[in-house]
């Protein structure tokens, strides 16, 4: 099978191997790059496939995915998800709001919830924690302003992709559901709920309970920081070399700034 080609015509074949899976991990030594430079990305398999373009300053210094490819001079493809969700993620580099993606995500798909964890995953697998941590925080306010909790079908989806034991994701559904599991519940709701989660449910509970005696301490640990808190870090909030902190609000406000004016 011929590779796909490069949109510019020169005869660059574009990698065809799916992103790696996992914590991504790599050298963490930077180049500059000026504004105006870009490489390009394939996205999605066909019939379903489509190139971006992204600036190379930017997403060098954010994604070790991306940077690897880039220090060998080859062109990154990303076959396992969609242009749909990698649209919504750039909206998300590109420093813009959950609720403008959700709004992309809205228009091009019928369940946007879902392809909203299908964004946390791929910025996860990218390295991009950035992303990552305005999704969490913005998932946390939301449960906490609702006062609601994710249906099955989130939870479902959450572990059909098999998260490893620390993967945020994972940790926030089992305290939802600590949360918000009762008596009321539908039996018919319990036998739909994935195993692995009632199990962290129940490990959740024991650890809690073990560490502090208090029954909602951990729940309302996390519950109580959302994206307002810009000065602290959350607590499922992730970092590393190219994501050491949180940024406040000021410095987030000089990188709207700077993006904008590209």
Same mark, same amino acid.
């Given at each position: 099978?011929?590779?796909?080609?490069?949109?510019?015509?020169?005869?660059? !074949?574009?990698?065809?191997?799916?992103?790696?899976?996992?914590?991504?991990?790599?050298?963490?030594?930077?180049?500059?790059?000026?504004?105006?430079?870009?490489?390009?990305?394939?996205?999605?398999?066909?019939?379903?496939?489509?190139?971006?373009?992204?600036?190379?300053? =930017?997403?060098?210094?954010? !994604?070790?995915?991306? $940077?690897?490819?880039?220090? &060998?001079?080859?062109?990154?493809?990303?076959?396992?998800?969609?242009?749909?969700?990698?649209?919504?993620?750039?909206?998300?580099?590109?420093?813009?709001?959950?609720?403008?993606?959700? $709004?992309? =995500?809205?228009?091009?798909?019928? &369940?946007?919830? @879902?392809? @909203?964890?299908?964004?946390?995953?791929?910025?996860?697998?990218?390295?991009?924690?950035?992303?990552?941590?305005?999704?969490?925080?913005?998932?946390?306010?939301?449960?906490?302003?609702?006062?609601?909790?994710? !249906?099955?079908?989130?939870?479902?989806?959450?572990?059909?992709?098999?998260?490893?034991?620390?993967?945020?994701?994972?940790?926030?559904?089992?305290?939802?559901?600590? =949360?918000?599991?009762?008596?009321?519940?539908?039996?018919?709701?319990?036998?739909?709920?994935?195993?692995?989660?009632? &199990?962290?449910?129940?490990?959740?509970?024991? $650890?809690?309970?073990?560490?502090?005696?208090?029954?909602?301490?951990?729940?309302?640990?996390?519950?109580?920081?959302?994206?307002?808190?810009?000065?602290?870090?959350?607590? @499922?909030?992730?970092? !590393?070399?190219?994501?050491?902190?949180?940024?406040?609000?000021?410095?987030?406000?000089?990188?709207?700034?700077?993006?904008?004016?590209?």
């Amino acid at each position: 099978m011929v590779s796909p080609q490069h949109p510019s015509g020169d005869g660059r !074949s574009l990698s065809s191997s799916p992103i790696d899976l996992g914590l991504p991990g790599g050298p963490t030594t930077h180049r500059p790059h000026k504004v105006i430079d870009l490489f390009d990305v394939l996205v999605g398999t066909a019939p379903y496939q489509s190139y971006f373009e992204l600036h190379t300053f =930017l997403f060098y210094d954010r !994604s070790v995915y991306f $940077r690897r490819h880039l220090d &060998a001079g080859t062109n990154p493809a990303i076959p396992n998800t969609t242009p749909t969700v990698f649209g919504a993620y750039l909206t998300l580099a590109y420093a813009q709001s959950v609720t403008a993606a959700l $709004r992309s =995500l809205a228009a091009n798909d019928d &369940a946007p919830a @879902l392809r @909203l964890i299908d964004t946390y995953n791929l910025a996860y697998h990218l390295g991009d924690y950035t992303v990552c941590n305005k999704i969490i925080d913005w998932m946390i306010s939301s449960l906490y302003a609702d006062h609601s909790q994710p !249906s099955v079908e989130d939870s479902v989806h959450v572990y059909s992709t098999d998260p490893s034991d620390e993967h945020p994701l994972r940790l926030l559904v089992t305290m939802w559901f600590m =949360l918000e599991i009762n008596d009321d519940w539908d039996p018919m709701e319990w036998e739909a709920l994935p195993k692995q989660l009632l &199990a962290d449910c129940m490990r959740a509970y024991v $650890r809690r309970k073990n560490a502090n005696g208090e029954h909602h301490a951990l729940v309302e640990n996390v519950f109580r920081r959302g994206p307002g808190t810009w000065k602290r870090c959350g607590p @499922l909030h992730l970092h !590393s070399d190219e994501h050491p902190k949180c940024k406040t609000r000021e410095e987030m406000l000089e990188d709207l700034r700077r993006w904008r004016g590209i």
